[in-house]
């Protein structure tokens, strides 16, 4: 069992910068799967960035350039630093956490979840 606890989210002006963090409990946490996930009302939950246990990583491409995920596994915390802020960023930011045996079983019991942080950006 992982739990995940997400912070950093606030209140910023367009054109600023926040880091978000996320502290996950357990074990093994280099192996997993990191991401950031985003939701804004009235919209579903998309993927913002992913950034796998060798560090790989992936983002949507409304942030590509603005937003970097990076990971310490001694400190069992995933970042995602946002630059350049846009209005159309505000959102709830949830930490999601995927252990392997997620990807071989199809096991959602292996897909874990923060409770989320708030991003609000003020034009």
């Known amino acids: 069992q992982v739990q995940l606890v997400e912070s950093g989210g606030e209140l910023v002006q367009a054109g600023g910068s926040l880091r978000l963090s996320c502290v996950a409990s357990?074990?093994?946490?280099?192996?997993?799967?990191m991401g950031w996930y985003r939701q804004a009302p009235g919209k579903p939950r998309e993927l913002v960035a992913v950034?796998?246990?060798?560090?790989?990583?992936n983002y949507v491409d409304s942030v590509k350039g603005r937003f970097t995920i990076s990971r310490d596994n001694a400190k069992n915390t995933v970042y995602l630093q946002m630059n350049s802020l846009k209005p159309e960023d505000a959102a709830v930011y949830y930490c999601?956490?995927?252990?392997?045996?997620?990807?071989?079983?199809?096991?959602?019991?292996?897909?874990?979840w923060g409770q989320g942080t708030q991003v609000i950006v003020s034009s």
């Open positions: 357990g074990d093994n946490f280099a192996v997993y799967v």
């Open positions: 950034i796998s246990s060798g560090h790989s990583t």
């Open positions: 999601n956490a995927k252990n392997p045996l997620y990807y071989r079983r199809s096991d959602e019991r292996y897909n874990y």
